[in-house]
């Protein structure tokens, strides 16, 4: 497509070549950094040197590396990985010299890393070997690999921290995605002592101990709308509050000296750095590009902080802030690519009212280019308790290049706008929801700078379940859908979803045996017949959140009418497209989709 200015446009590839840093480590020995990269088409472990200009690679696996973690005091790291998305994920000690040694073994099961002992002997992970439908805590001697089974209950527990004397594991049981418990585990009297007693919901996160062992900084929400900074008292339970806004605060970290904090405040989607002096009880700030930033830490020495910040014209990249003057500086290049430097596009963010005159927050990116009435795509991100962020996406931008505008709301239900906002579509308001969707697209109709007759939708996940409802129960908006992963049946992705998590998605959605009559009353499933637009829908065989199932339903029903429906079955990959080819292959086709029904100007 000539996108109106008279040059021929680059195609998607360069978008999709761009290489991010996905989190990263600082060595505690000293002056090398490890982080995770696609650099390879797979991600992988890289080590960065200070004093060497170029990255290093130091995994070489056949499948794509999930995280990483050094162990306390040492420079060795653990490692996970799954089979091509199916999230059933194995643990693996890199050592120093790139040894590998498997720990979990049990390929079946999933097995989530918790913390490394203080001495280092040790690990604590989570897995769901005793149950399918729960995950217990475990710990792991790492010279003779014995696995010991110390806490085993029905539900969800997670270990946070292992505690500096060693004798106790701090444990977190989600009851659902939003609410928490936080719980002492000896391991020495095999007792747990719940320490976070509270009415109604409550998260905890980004849990840190301060010098003496007896108090723990953390993120929480509990008894509030936002998350905000406090403390908690071990023994007496008690909690403080050190820091509160109207923003969430994400991200927290700790200095060694235990005398400073650093965090990020989501505001709107676009992340601002803090840092907390404890001992002057003073809070400074430091400027970044527009983005989001994450994965905070501060440096052995203590003299800076670096995060991965990542932004709509900034792609995933390390930074660092220097303590004393406060100032940023990007310190890898992974992500460079100056053929589409000029090319980048930040969003503004726009609000509009919706059916409820409740204003919804989005992300609008107008196109460099365009002649009147730009094709619009509507992007709606997955969870649905997440959020749509200020971040580098290659198919948002490839599509601005093309002269569309994109429109990336926070519907009701996403999170960063509080916890009321975050329950508006729970259970039976779920339609809600999608008159969020629609008002936009209504609104913005009467802004002149779309056209009409060219809105597309896309959407991954839960995203995708939008995207099949818009196209389903409002059949007339669409010139295209494109459907990600997504459900078209919350009554079958309740049967099919993997067990541990199907509690954790009743929370949202409901259960099948008191809200199965709404379920069929509004699955587009059982309204696939009125889809009018074209459908693209994209799904990986192994994914274990939403059952490919839930692509193969709909797109029988629509083959069956000989509706327009292209369908790319994705062989090793799950919930989330990892492979470089697979994301280039998948990308082309969808922007080639859309250039067939949205089109020129």
């Given amino acids: 497509m000539n996108g109106g200015n008279g040059m021929k446009e680059i195609t998607i590839d360069p978008f999709i070549h761009v290489r991010m840093v996905k989190s990263f480590e600082y060595d505690p020995k000293g002056k090398n950094?490890?982080?995770?990269?696609?650099?390879?088409?797979l991600p992988q472990v890289w080590e960065l040197d200070r004093e060497d200009r170029w990255p290093a690679q130091t995994s070489f696996t056949l499948k794509g590396i999930t995280f990483i973690k050094y162990i306390a005091s040492t420079s060795d790291l653990?490692?996970?990985?799954?089979?091509?998305?199916?999230?059933?994920?194995?643990?693996y000690l890199l050592k120093e010299g790139g040894e590998k040694i498997?720990?979990?073994?049990?390929?079946?099961?999933?097995?989530?890393?918790?913390?490394?002992?203080?001495?280092?002997?040790?690990?604590?992970?989570?897995?769901?070997?005793?149950?399918?439908?729960?995950?217990?805590?475990?710990?792991?001697?790492?010279?003779?690999?014995?696995?010991?089974l110390v806490f085993a209950a029905d539900?969800?527990?997670?270990?946070?921290?292992?505690?500096?004397?060693?004798?106790?594991?701090?444990?977190?049981?989600?009851?659902?995605?939003?609410?928490?418990?936080?719980?002492?585990?000896?391991?020495?009297?095999?007792?747990?002592?719940?320490i976070t007693a509270h009415k109604g919901e409550a998260s905890y996160k980004d849990i840190h101990f301060n010098k003496d062992g007896d108090h723990i900084y953390l993120l929480?929400?509990?008894?509030?709308?936002?998350?905000?900074?406090?403390?908690?008292?071990?023994?007496?339970?008690?909690?403080?509050?050190?820091?509160?806004?109207?923003?969430?605060?994400?991200?927290?970290?700790?200095?060694?000296?235990?005398?400073?904090?650093?965090?990020?405040?989501?505001?709107?989607?676009?992340?601002?750095?803090?840092?907390v002096d404890l001992v002057q009880s003073k809070l400074y700030t430091w400027d970044t590009p527009m983005g989001v930033i994450s994965n905070l830490r501060f440096t052995p020495d203590q003299q800076k902080v670096g995060f991965v910040l990542n932004g709509p014209t900034h792609p995933s990249d390390i930074w660092e802030v220097e303590?004393?003057?406060?100032?940023?500086?990007?310190?890898?290049?992974?992500?460079?690519?100056?053929?589409?430097?000029?090319?980048?596009?930040?969003?503004?963010?726009?609000?509009?009212?919706?059916?409820?005159?409740?204003?919804?927050?989005?992300?609008?990116?107008?196109?460099?280019?365009?002649?009147?009435?730009?094709?619009l795509v509507v992007y709606i991100h997955g969870g649905p308790e997440s959020q749509t962020r200020a971040v580098y996406s290659p198919f948002l931008?490839?599509?601005?290049?093309?002269?569309?505008?994109?429109?990336?709301?926070?519907?009701?239900?996403?999170?960063?706008?509080?916890?009321?906002?975050?329950?508006?579509?729970?259970?039976?308001?779920?339609?809600?929801?999608?008159?969020?969707?629609?008002?936009?697209?209504?609104?913005?109709?009467?802004?002149?700078?779309?056209?009409?007759e060219k809105v597309a939708i896309v959407g991954g996940s839960y995203g995708g379940f939008i995207v099949l409802a818009a196209i389903s129960h409002y059949p007339n908006?669409?010139?295209?859908?494109?459907?990600?992963?997504?459900?078209?049946?919350?009554?079958?992705?309740l049967q099919t979803t993997s067990p541990w998590r199907k509690k954790l998605r009743e929370a949202e959605y409901g259960t099948i045996e008191k809200d199965g009559d709404y379920f069929d009353q509004i699955d587009p499933l059982n309204h696939a017949d009125n889809i009018a637009a074209p459908l693209m829908v994209i799904h990986g065989v192994n994914d274990p959140r939403v059952s490919i199932q839930e692509s193969e339903q709909i797109v029988r029903k629509l083959m069956n009418r000989d509706h327009p429906v292209t369908f790319i079955r994705i062989e090793e990959e799950g919930h989330t497209m990892v492979k470089l080819k697979n994301k280039i292959n998948s990308y082309s086709m969808m922007a080639e989709f859309l250039e067939k029904y949205l089109g020129s100007n």
């Fill in 477 to 493: 908006l669409w010139a295209a859908g494109i459907d990600i992963v997504g459900m078209s049946s919350l009554r079958t992705f």
């Fill in 397 to 452: 931008q490839y599509f601005l290049t093309q002269g569309y505008a994109v429109a990336a709301p926070n519907i009701r239900g996403s999170t960063g706008y509080g916890k009321t906002y975050t329950h508006l579509d729970d259970g039976r308001k779920r339609m809600d929801a999608l008159k969020d969707v629609i008002y936009l697209v209504e609104w913005l109709k009467k802004t002149g700078e779309i056209n009409p």
């Fill in 155 to 194: 539900g969800t527990y997670l270990v946070e921290k292992w505690f500096p004397d060693g004798k106790s594991l701090l444990v977190k049981k989600a009851n659902s995605p939003l609410d928490h418990d936080l719980g002492v585990f000896s391991l020495l009297t095999e007792k747990m002592d719940w």
């Fill in 33 to 41: 950094i490890s982080f995770i990269s696609d650099f390879t088409g």
């Fill in 220 to 275: 929480t929400n509990q008894d509030r709308e936002f998350f905000g900074l406090a403390f908690i008292h071990i023994a007496s339970k008690q909690l403080t509050w050190l820091e509160q806004g109207e923003w969430d605060i994400e991200d927290l970290v700790l200095n060694k000296d235990k005398n400073k904090l650093a965090f990020s405040m989501n505001e709107g989607g676009i992340s601002k750095g803090y840092l």
């Fill in 78 to 91: 653990i490692i996970g990985m799954d089979v091509d998305g199916d999230e059933k994920e194995q643990l």
């Fill in 323 to 375: 303590l004393n003057t406060l100032q940023a500086k990007r310190l890898t290049y992974i992500s460079r690519a100056p053929i589409l430097e000029e090319k980048l596009i930040e969003p503004e963010i726009i609000s509009f009212p919706s059916f409820d005159q409740r204003p919804i927050p989005a992300f609008y990116y107008k196109p460099n280019h365009r002649d009147e009435g730009s094709p």
């Fill in 102 to 148: 498997a720990l979990t073994n049990s390929p079946e099961h999933i097995h989530l890393f918790g913390d490394s002992s203080p001495d280092g002997k040790w690990i604590a992970w989570s897995s769901n070997r005793r149950s399918q439908h729960s995950l217990d805590v475990y710990i792991q001697n790492l010279e003779t690999l014995e696995i010991r």
